[in-house]
């Protein structure tokens, strides 16, 4: 039987390859999920925006919008969509870009030692149900081949910075259905077993 993984790539995402990464330092240890939101333009589901922002495919004068974010080179590792397919942009042995400036538990640089996660969303708007079932199978398969030691947000690692994935994410339902809990140190989520 083959394994859920090949390399860094789950085989049950979507794979749509962006060129925005490079590698993580030697011997880093990829011990965070990163949750973000994002939809292009904001707040319209459904597109390609997000995929075109990520593999450089973007027209920046498709929408008033876009010219905001012109010439931005990022990606994540992983984005679910509103019903819940997985798509895959980075392996995920390799560091993709989308934390920026950002701590967790006093240490820098998150895209160094994390795998980033975008929901298909908009910060104060919630998330539907395929998301988080999706998301706390991801997680699970992630720890299969890296130590995660904690869930948190993009606006908990940079904080005043960033406010994504928002209020209208639901952490205590995230964490119900992981079996995990509040981490007061991170701001997000860590394991039960971590906690002892
Ligand atoms: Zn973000």
């Given at each position: 039987?083959?394994?859920?993984?090949?390399?860094?790539?789950?085989?049950?995402?979507?794979?749509?390859?962006?060129?925005?990464?490079?590698?993580?330092?030697?011997?880093?240890?990829?011990?965070?999920?990163?949750?973000?939101?994002?939809?292009?333009?904001?707040?319209?589901?459904?597109?390609?925006?997000?995929?075109?922002?990520?593999?450089?495919?973007?027209?920046?004068?498709?929408?008033?919008?876009?010219?905001?974010?012109?010439?931005?080179?990022?990606?994540?590792?992983?984005?679910?969509?509103?019903?819940?397919?997985?798509?895959?942009?980075?392996?995920?042995?390799?560091?993709?870009?989308?934390?920026?400036?950002?701590?967790?538990?006093?240490?820098?640089?998150?895209?160094?030692?994390?795998?980033?996660?975008?929901?298909?969303?908009?910060?104060?708007?919630?998330?539907?149900?395929?998301?988080?079932?999706?998301?706390?199978?991801?997680?699970?398969?992630?720890?299969?081949?890296?130590?995660i030691e904690g869930a948190v947000g993009h606006e908990?690692?940079?904080?005043?910075?960033?406010?994504?994935?928002?209020?209208?994410?639901?952490?205590?339902?995230?964490?119900?259905?992981?079996?995990?809990?509040?981490?007061?140190?991170?701001?997000?989520?860590?394991?039960?077993?971590?906690?002892?």
């Amino acid at each position: 039987m083959k394994g859920r993984w090949d390399g860094g790539w789950l085989r049950r995402a979507r794979r749509c390859p962006s060129p925005n990464f490079n590698e993580r330092p030697a011997g880093t240890a990829v011990r965070l999920a990163l949750i973000h939101s994002i939809s292009l333009p904001p707040g319209q589901y459904g597109g390609d925006g997000v995929e075109r922002l990520f593999t450089n495919r973007l027209d920046w004068d498709a929408h008033p919008y876009f010219q905001t974010i012109r010439g931005l080179e990022v990606s994540a590792h992983f984005m679910v969509r509103r019903d819940g397919e997985l798509v895959q942009f980075v392996s995920c042995d390799a560091r993709a870009w989308h934390a920026g400036a950002s701590v967790w538990h006093d240490q820098p640089g998150c895209n160094d030692y994390s795998i980033g996660i975008e929901l298909e969303g908009l910060e104060g708007e919630t998330f539907d149900a395929p998301q988080y079932e999706v998301l706390v199978g991801l997680v699970s398969d992630l720890r299969t081949r890296y130590p995660i030691e904690g869930a948190v947000g993009h606006e908990h690692v940079a904080a005043g910075r960033k406010r994504d994935p928002g209020p209208g994410f639901d952490w205590a339902r995230f964490g119900a259905r992981l079996g995990w809990i509040e981490d007061p140190a991170g701001g997000g989520l860590m394991p039960r077993s971590a906690a002892l």
